[in-house]
């Protein structure tokens, strides 16, 4: 059981759509503990194993805000050596964490190799909760959640990397065009490319 406290977004005219809104989740302080636990081990094993691709920043270990701004910078410098235009489109993913699907952690978690036992008990590790949801002094019934992460647990970075990890791969099997970047940052896609025309680039831009 946890509590799922919603919080307005700062510096915003209206309040009159759910988007505007962070619905953060309250877990027990143990629960939290053992959640911290799994998600270090998790994601040691998934980078050691290359499981996750270099692409994908912020929310791992050694993959910071600062190393998207090298990423970008690069990036930027790689078009210039070239005597060519760099342009980026970055787009959100809203309401990410809630829409994860139950059912796809366990087949990802197979073909990363782990255990059936794990990726078992991944499964039933997300089934059966319930949360009720806490607004100023409103308290909702307590109700099932069937579908999703808890936005605030321990477990969401490393699940919502391993969600997209197969995107990456699946993408480098594919023919891209030529100097095109993508990049997973948290919740957000950074598509990159490099031409000799900023209107060009748009016309081919990769998203997946």
Not at 49 to 59: D, E, Y
Request: charged share 15%; net charge positive.
């Amino acid at each position: 059981m946890s509590t799922t406290v919603v919080i307005s977004k700062p510096n915003k005219n209206t309040f009159d759509f759910p988007k505007l809104y962070y619905p953060i989740v309250l877990l027990n302080i143990i629960g939290k503990l053992f959640e911290k636990i799994i998600g270090e081990h998790l994601q040691f094993h998934m980078i050691s194993n290359n499981f996750i691709h270099p692409s994908q920043l912020r929310g791992l270990k050694q993959r910071s805000t600062t190393d998207a701004g090298v990423t970008l910078t690069h990036i930027i410098r790689l078009g210039w050596v070239k005597n060519l235009s760099t342009s980026t489109l970055v787009f959100n993913i809203a309401q990410f964490f809630p829409s994860l699907n139950h059912q796809l952690l366990p087949l990802i978690l197979n073909k990363a190799d782990l255990d059936h036992k794990i990726s078992m008990f991944f499964k039933n590790y997300l089934v059966g909760r319930k949360t009720k949801y806490l607004w100023n002094n409103f308290i909702s019934p307590s109700f099932n959640i069937n579908i999703g992460v808890g936005q605030g647990s321990a477990l969401s970075p490393i699940f919502s990397a391993l969600y997209v990890s197969p995107i990456f791969f699946i993408r480098k099997l594919l023919k891209n065009p030529k100097n095109s970047y993508f990049h997973y940052f948290f919740c957000r896609w950074w598509t990159f490319h490099i031409s000799k025309q900023i209107h060009n680039a748009f016309k081919c831009k990769p998203f997946l």
